[in-house]
């Protein structure tokens, strides 16, 4: 059975850094495509990145580039997301994903809980 759980959200102050990190468990972790996604208050969930099998690829959601780096350690089962420059409407629920056919798919099969990043002025 395939589980992702998430870890390392939590309140920052704007302008702050997070690293988000999802263990997996039960899956051949580096077959899969990963993704992170968010959802905040009110608002239908989003894509935040994304990393191919290997971690030569990736795909970031436009408004993110820049701020946002995706990768993961195929060795540790582990995906991470490193958050710089945070802004208050980065608030929300991050989601890890496993299972995307390519690092532009947005159809996984594969979701963690979820961690809260809370982000205050």
């Known amino acids: 059975q395939v589980q992702l759980v998430e870890s390392g959200g939590g309140l920052v102050q704007a302008g702050g850094s997070l690293k988000l990190s999802c263990a997996a468990s039960g899956v051949t972790f580096g077959i899969y495509v990963l993704a992170w996604f968010r959802q905040a208050p009110g608002k239908e969930r989003e894509f935040v990145a994304a990393v191919s099998r290997t971690g030569d690829l990736t795909n970031y959601a436009d408004s993110l580039k820049g701020r946002f780096t995706i990768s993961r350690d195929n060795a540790k089962n582990t995906l991470y997301l490193q958050m710089n420059s945070l802004k208050p409407e980065d608030t929300a629920v991050y989601y890890c994903?496993?299972?995307?056919?390519?690092?532009?798919?947005?159809?996984?099969?594969?979701w963690g809980q979820g961690t809260q990043v809370t982000v205050s002025l």
């Open positions: 994903a496993a299972g995307g056919g390519t690092v532009y798919s947005r159809v996984y099969n594969y």
